[in-house]
T-cell receptor, first 112, second 113 residues
Framework: SQTIHQWPATLVQPVGSPLSLECTVE??????LYWYRQAAGRGLQLLFY??????ISSEVPQNLSASRPQDRQFILSSKKLLLSDSGFYLC???????????FGPGTRLTVT | AQKITQTQPGMFVQEKEAVTLDCTYD???????LFWYKQPSSGEMIFLIY??????QNATEGRYSLNFQKARKSANLVISASQLGDSAMYFC??????????FGKGITLSVRP
């Protein structure tokens, strides 16, 4: 069966520091991968998605970036965090763009 | 543009009773999909049920069923025989022609013993 991992689970970072969140999927090949952010008490906002290695689509202009160095690895990064980057970051995968998405456990980021 | 609306305030239901969570949507795409996800306090989003716009019958998955009324653009989730573990946030989402999911703001469900 397929599993999706995210780490770290929680992170507290000062403003202006860099960020790297990692997501990996097991048990499938060539998944579609997604990064979402959820502000407190809100729905999910799609940040990036990828249909293959090196293929990244950005949905929201911001100081975040994403990379997919391997088939089942998706990384969310920032060179300098802002206070507004605080939130709950969820990674998801789907076998195709038409299927339901399966989410990881999430990373709770607090920028201080 | 796609839009999902979930306007119910926090919902309460007695254990073992049924509850309906409302969702309305707006899209100009002729083909789309509707999803419901559950988010417990741990934060993980759990896929519950899917309904395609061309599906003739309402989707069902165990205690979950989707009351799909295409003309009214509504896709309400019905949970039968509520359990204490059903207490969570519930999100309705839609996939349109661009294949991206648009989420509603969610509904909080509390199951009372």
């Amino acid at each position: 069966s397929q599993t999706i991992h995210q780490w770290p689970a929680t992170l507290v970072q000062p403003v202006g520091s860099p960020l790297s969140l990692e997501c990996t999927v097991e048990g499938t090949s060539n998944p579609n991968l997604y990064w979402y952010r959820q502000a407190a008490g809100r729905g999910l906002q799609l940040l990036f998605y990828s249909v293959g290695i090196g293929q990244i689509s950005s949905e929201v202009p911001q100081n975040l970036s994403a990379s997919r160095p391997q088939d089942r690895q998706f990384i969310l990064s920032s060179k300098k965090l802002l206070l507004s980057d605080s939130g709950f970051y969820l990674c998801a995968w789907s076998p195709t763009l038409l299927y339901e998405q399966y989410f990881g456990p999430g990373t709770r980021l607090t920028v201080t | 543009a796609q839009k999902i609306t979930q306007t119910q305030p926090g919902m309460f239901v007695q254990e073992k009773e049924a509850v309906t969570l409302d969702c309305t949507y707006d899209t100009s795409d002729p083909s789309y999909g509707l999803f419901w996800y559950k988010q417990p306090s741990s934060g993980e989003m759990i896929f519950l049920i899917y309904q395609g716009s061309y599906d003739q019958q309402n989707a069902t998955e165990g205690r979950y069923s989707l009351n799909f009324q295409k003309a009214r653009k509504s896709a309400n989730l019905v949970i039968s025989a509520s359990q204490l573990g059903d207490s969570a946030m519930y999100f309705c989402a839609m996939r349109g022609a661009n294949s991206k999911l648009t989420f509603g703001k969610g509904i909080t469900l509390s199951v009372r013993p």
